[in-house]
């Protein structure tokens, strides 16, 4: 089992060398990879949140951790795809995976903010068919020689689009949601299933699906990702809530993270993001430090 830890782009640390650190912090703990979230107002539960505080970009965030670190994959959990260009987007990720030396992975998702997708004028109606469309689109520029596209949205041929990423064919594309459309997209499109905020039953029970509706597209289910991000409580002791952490993992008592764990990896998660909600550097240090040393070693 693999372990990925968020980088805290989107918590409103005022010192974003503090947010940043964590990503070479994460490589020397051991972690396998390292993520970073994407909104691009301060609205909603986001604005009740932060108010003004920065919530960082979250490609610039993963570029200059590209610099600071040599092992750990590179994520984003996950970019609201809808929101950007995706000719645009190819370029920076090919260019971002060429300067990590292939080590970029992109989970997308279609978004969820009615607010956002209002103040960037995109009809929310249409987001699933501009995120599987954008999907389309990069996947040719990343591997065609002479990439040609037509549609409604983006026509373009005898063109000709490089960098190419390290990886090939393309850079890996892990399905974000829980949706019936997500799940029909992962398997379909996706290198991948990556949900958030799902029980290990649930994931269990949606990972059954991606393999059926893979298998009916004729793609082979064993060579899909399958992975989760799941929330990890950073105040100590017992929740008075439980039911509201159902899909969490307990900060304050090592011995039920790693049952918790535990479950996910008999549903079937083989890459787990631990996502620190918390905007507190020192708590996040301890925090790493803590699974890390204690926790995850059981699952290695």
Do not use: C
């Not at 372990?3 to 912090?25: K, R, S, Y």
């Not at 691009?40 to 949140?49: D, T, V």
């Not at 269990?204 to 004729?218: H, W, Y």
């Amino acid at each position: 089992m693999q372990f990925g830890v968020t980088v805290p782009n989107n918590w409103g640390i005022e010192d974003v060398n503090q947010a940043l650190a964590f990503g070479p912090l994460a490589e020397e703990l051991g972690y396998d990879s390292v993520w970073v979230m994407d909104h691009l107002f301060n609205n909603g539960y986001i604005r009740e949140r932060l108010d003004d505080k920065p919530y960082y970009h979250p490609l610039a965030t993963l570029s200059y951790l590209a610099a600071t670190t040599r092992r750990v994959r590179l994520g984003t959990s996950v970019l609201v795809l809808p929101y950007h260009n995706p000719v645009e987007l190819a370029k920076y990720t090919a260019t971002l995976d060429q300067m990590s030396g292939g080590r970029v992975t992109l989970g997308v998702g279609v978004g969820a903010m009615t607010e956002e997708f209002a103040a960037l004028g995109i009809n929310m109606s249409e987001r699933g068919a501009l995120t599987n469309e954008s999907i389309r689109v990069m996947r040719e520029l990343w591997a065609s020689p002479a990439p040609s596209y037509h549609s409604r949205r983006w026509n373009f041929d005898d063109l000709r689009f490089s960098p190419k990423p390290v990886q090939q064919p393309h850079i890996p594309l892990w399905i974000g949601g829980a949706s019936p459309g997500a799940l029909r997209r992962a398997a379909r499109l996706g290198n991948g299933w990556h949900p958030s905020g799902v029980t290990p039953e649930e994931y269990a029970a949606g990972r059954q699906q991606v393999m059926s509706l893979a298998e009916q597209a004729g793609r082979d289910p064993d060579s899909l990702a399958w992975s989760a991000r799941v929330e990890v409580e950073a105040t100590a002791g017992p929740s008075s809530d439980r039911a509201a952490l159902r899909a969490r993992i307990p900060g304050g008592d090592l011995e039920q993270a790693a049952l918790s764990i535990a479950a996910y990896r008999e549903a079937g998660v083989e890459h787990l993001v631990l996502a620190l909600n918390t905007g507190d550097v020192a708590r996040i240090r301890s925090l790493m430090e803590e699974l890390a040393g204690q926790v995850l070693p059981q699952f290695r």
